[in-house]
DNA sequence: TGTAATCCTTCCCATCATGGGAGGGTCAAG
DNA sequence: CTTGACCCTCCCATGATGGGAAGGATTACA
């Protein structure tokens, strides 16, 4: 089938199929006589296999041994799970970092007070920090 | 003072400093005869301003609005919290999604049998669906 | 069969925020 | 005055994705 029919029956865009065999993430697939890729079943099949990987959130490097191992029958589904895990570890750390993102949103938004234009913590946060020592010593400007 | 000490007085990069200036994020910073950039304490309160907030995940855009709040005097603290809370639903939708794929990925990795080479469903899961209805029917191909 | 519409190809460009580096000018300390 | 550190402007790269142009292939329909 073409990279269109192959696009529609995998999900993945054709530009986004061309570029996986940029990468050599996929093996080039094979040419017809007019030039235009042909893609069978199987190929399909890897197709839908990355495009669900991305949607776990899977990186491409990590897509990339996923597809290794799904390839080779000699795989250990140790080696699988290790990957997984790697994954999941990345994951919940950033999930950690964005939960305490939140925590710091919300109380800033909770202490901003409503309507009146004052001392709102949102603003004072951001502003009145100096998070690194400064070193500056010859301010020799002219111009702000 | 130069942007290298504006750099260190800030946290921000002198990249990102030229870069935010460029994008006019930042007023374009006063230059001496020699054409280096100048910068105050003003500057480097504004700059400070921006880190943070990109250390609180706030896009550029969303930068960009908070500056304008920050710098107008007549602005009012709705406004801050409006754009805020648009910042914290977004992490919330985020961190909902994240989950989601963690407690997917949790699944997989618990129900991948250990050590023996056999059904592992990180694999199956992600080989064996077919996300999109097909829409092939004149599969006119001569290589498969 | 002719023609138009659709599809495919490659190549270039853009995104967003960031960094690297080259080539060349400036400044401060010795 | 030399030297090393700093600054300047460009250009390139990233990672994953899309847009679009120019041109060839295929298909659909009259």
Same mark, same amino acid.
């Given at each position: 089938?073409?990279? /269109? !029919?192959?696009?529609?029956?995998?999900?993945?865009? *054709?530009?986004?199929?061309? @570029? @996986?065999?940029? %990468? *050599?993430?996929?093996?080039?697939? /094979?040419?017809?006589?007019?030039?235009?890729?042909? @893609? /069978?079943?199987?190929?399909?099949?890897? +197709?839908? =296999?990355?495009?669900?990987?991305?949607?776990? /959130? =899977?990186? %491409? $490097? !990590?897509?990339?041994? +996923?597809?290794?191992?799904?390839?080779?029958?000699?795989?250990?589904?140790?080696?699988?799970?290790? %990957?997984?895990?790697?994954?999941?570890?990345?994951?919940?750390? !950033? *999930?950690?970092?964005? !939960?305490?993102?939140?925590?710091?949103?919300?109380?800033?938004?909770?202490?901003?007070?409503?309507?009146?234009?004052?001392?709102?913590?949102? %603003?004072?946060?951001?502003?009145?920090?100096?998070?690194? $020592?400064?070193?500056? *010593?010859?301010?020799?400007?002219?111009?702000?």
């Amino acid at each position: 089938m073409n990279i /269109g !029919q192959a696009s529609a029956a995998s999900g993945v865009s *054709a530009k986004m199929i061309r @570029y @996986y065999e940029s %990468i *050599a993430l996929l093996p080039a697939a /094979g040419r017809r006589d007019s030039g235009y890729r042909d @893609y /069978g079943t199987e190929d399909v099949h890897r +197709l839908s =296999f990355v495009r669900r990987a991305r949607d776990l /959130g =899977f990186s %491409i $490097p !990590q897509i990339r041994s +996923l597809l290794a191992l799904w390839t080779d029958t000699d795989r250990s589904n140790d080696d699988v799970r290790a %990957i997984a895990r790697e994954h999941l570890a990345e994951m919940e750390d !950033q *999930a950690r970092k964005l !939960q305490e993102m939140i925590t710091i949103l919300t109380a800033l938004v909770g202490s901003c007070e409503k309507g009146r234009r004052s001392a709102c913590p949102i %603003i004072e946060e951001l502003g009145d920090h100096k998070p690194a $020592p400064v070193a500056r *010593a010859r301010a020799t400007r002219r111009a702000a």
